[in-house]
């Protein structure tokens, strides 16, 4: 997406936004989904298909507080392999199971409600394949990340990245005490798992944003003496 950006303000192209959402068509495109790319595009959580003509996207809420306290191990998972691991025939009884699971994390989002992301994120059809397969460490750490107080915790997309969603202890974590948050604890204890595995990595703890991809620096510059656009662009 940044590229794609790069190339069109030094072309000095415009691309058709309201109806046809040009960058979003190249983009999806070019990844084959719009799981990255939207979220990329327009910020923060985003669902998308393809209608058949054309990728559309729409946002979700993002509930107030929420922290995402993320693992990320040392080495890299190549997609394609995380992919090799798959069935390649989904049954019918999975197929539901998650389809109810999609359902009941979107009902979440769209409510706020921090209780049901857990069974939300539940998933049948890819975690556990990879966890058994590729990522030992995957579910004794979404173990212990709920334990600690995670609202949830889950594989992010093939991996290898773990990713726990938390918020204050009541509710919106910038009204609560130090003590009320569970961040820390949730992180500790992703971390401590991390070092039973003997898997190395970081962890960040940081939010979502709803502002997706923005030029920064412009030469020359897109402000003048009588209009200044943001950060004087």
């Not at 058709?16 to 084959?32: D, K, R, Y």
Request: proline share 6%; charged share 20%; aromatic share 6%.
């Amino acid at each position: 997406v940044a590229g794609i950006i790069a190339g069109l303000i030094l072309a000095g192209h415009r691309l058709p936004c309201w109806g046809s959402e040009a960058l979003l068509q190249i983009a999806a495109t070019i990844e084959g989904h719009p799981d990255n790319v939207a979220p990329v595009i327009y910020g923060g959580i985003q669902l998308g298909i393809h209608d058949g003509t054309r990728w559309t996207t729409e946002r979700l809420p993002i509930p107030p507080g929420l922290q995402l306290v993320m693992f990320i191990p040392e080495f890299v998972g190549k997609t394609s392999t995380a992919r090799e691991v798959l069935k390649p025939v989904v049954t019918r009884e999975d197929a539901s199971f998650n389809i109810g699971r999609v359902a009941f994390l979107v009902l979440a989002l769209c409510q706020c409600n921090l209780d049901n992301l857990k069974n939300g994120v539940e998933d049948r059809m890819h975690q556990p394949q990879r966890g058994n397969a590729l990522y030992k460490f995957l579910y004794p750490m979404i173990d212990a990340a709920q334990n600690a107080g995670a609202c949830c915790a889950y594989l992010s997309g093939a991996g290898p990245t773990v990713m726990a969603l938390t918020s204050g202890a009541s509710g919106d974590i910038f009204t609560q005490r130090e003590k009320e948050r569970t961040d820390f604890a949730v992180a500790n204890a992703m971390l401590q798992t991390a070092e039973e595995y003997n898997i190395k990595g970081k962890l960040v703890v940081t939010q979502a944003t709803h502002e997706g991809a923005r030029v920064v620096s412009a030469d020359p510059p897109f402000s003048t003496g009588d209009i200044t656009f943001r950060e004087n662009v």
